[in-house]
């Protein structure tokens, strides 16, 4: 199998960018295209070192299983197919589902510090960040994490000030500059998003039946 064309997409909490990617990829066949997420590489949550507030730090390279990471990306550069537990953000109320990650010519790869990963950055291609006004970004960081994963309302606001905006600011900003594409993610109109995806997906594919 041929090196896939690999495409990083980053964003800050809060961006949209699961929404944007869901978005991006339903724009390719579905054998023309695999992801794979940094999300479901978290290191367990009861091996981390708890702060007096007891809550665990998840905004930092070292909650991830970077090697593992790695080697997975690397596994499906030759070809071979993932077998990974989905990774439910330590919710009791969510049975994991085990996912299939299946190599494709395209590969997608995402996740907060896949361009501070310099092993990982390397492999990239193309290299998408999604932004978000802060203040945008945290009303829906809190319409998330208080109705799906039931977290505490001063939970949240600890980790944003704490972890969430400190993260963002070493591991992800820095890269911005460096990326082939900065997208302002400000709204939350289905429409909007979906036609900009679809007018990257259209001239990445343009990009690609030249290489």
Known sequence: MEKPYVIGIAGSSGSGKTFFLNSFLNHFAKQSVTLISQDDYYI??????QEENRLYNFDVPTSI???AFYHDINALFEGKSILKEEYTFNNP???PKMLKIEPAPIL???GLFI???EEVNNLLDYRIFIDANEQIALKRRLKRDLEERGYDHDDVMYKWINHVMPSFNTYLAPYKEACNLVI???TDNPQIIDN?????VNELKVKLEGL
Not at 44 to 49: E, F, G, L, R, V
Not at 196 to 200: F, G, K, L, W
Request: proline share 4%.
């Open 108 to 110: 997608v790869v995402e």
């Open 44 to 49: 367990p949550a009861n091996t981390k070192t």
């Open 93 to 95: 109320n969510i049975k």
């Open 65 to 67: 299983d970077r090697k």
């Open 115 to 117: 361009f501070h990963y």
């Open 196 to 200: 900009y995806t679809r007018d990257i």
């Open 184 to 186: 302002h993610n400000n």
